[in-house]
């Protein structure tokens, strides 16, 4: 790890710490979410267009971007179905709430609670009457937080390629019903799944270069399994 990420890391610590002080608890075991960031979409233009009260949600995602300005802020929060702004202002959740913003980074999850409503931009937010954190993140994101395009980070550190990356994400999301979709047909016609091992004796993979290593309990040479369609 380099120095300066070392320090980003050692600056996160300070703030979970600062977070434990107050009695917060920087990674609570569940959230009360509600919607998901579409759901909560949905639900106000359904509401909306009926002329009906906004209805209060919980939605919860990643702080992807942050804009303070003096005693109110937006949030963008990004969950696995899409992306919802949140606004946050001190007159509204205190002056205790509204100074926890001072201990969130880029990069961690929070929980948000309130009615949704449009901005002047004309922008669907959630009016927020209560935060909560969920997950503080002790590493920060990409620089390139909005697409990372270093390849060699990319497939090393998938996480952060499916973090920046929302066309990544979608070709996941897409292999994960596919997948799901070839298991559940095998299943209908009778077949049975069987896990093969992850290490074997002799390289498989079609014209795949093999990775090799040594089991030392064994005293043998095993390949590693590349594909599991094999």
Do not use: C
Not at 29 to 57: I, K, N
Not at 214 to 230: G, K
Request: aromatic share 8%.
């Amino acid at each position: 790890m380099s120095d300066e990420r070392s320090e980003y890391t050692a600056r996160r610590l300070e703030k979970a710490a600062r977070l434990r002080q107050r009695g917060i608890d920087p990674y609570p075991p569940r959230s009360s979410r509600t919607h998901t960031t579409a759901d909560a979409l949905a639900a106000f233009q359904t509401t909306e267009e009926r002329g009906a009260e906004q209805p209060a949600v919980i939605v919860a995602g990643r702080i992807t971007a942050q804009r303070t300005m003096g005693k109110a802020a937006f949030l963008d929060l990004r969950d696995g179905a899409g992306r919802l702004q949140a606004y946050v202002k001190q007159d509204t959740v205190g002056a205790a709430a509204f100074a926890l913003l001072d201990d969130l980074d880029l990069g961690d999850f929070i929980e948000v609670e309130g009615p949704l409503f449009r901005t002047r931009t004309h922008e669907p937010t959630v009016g927020a009457t209560r935060i909560t954190v969920l997950a503080k993140a002790l590493r920060p994101p990409p620089e390139k937080w909005h697409g990372l395009s270093d390849v060699e980070i990319r497939y090393r550190q998938r996480y952060l390629d499916l973090m920046a990356n929302e066309e990544v994400r979608e070709a996941f999301r897409l292999r994960s019903r596919i997948i799901a979709a070839v298991r559940r047909f095998m299943d209908g016609e009778g077949f049975i799944e069987v896990e093969t091992p992850v290490l074997q004796p002799s390289a498989g993979g079609a014209a795949a270069r093999p990775f090799f290593t040594h089991h030392t309990a064994l005293d043998r040479e095993f390949a590693l399994r590349i594909s599991l369609e094999l």
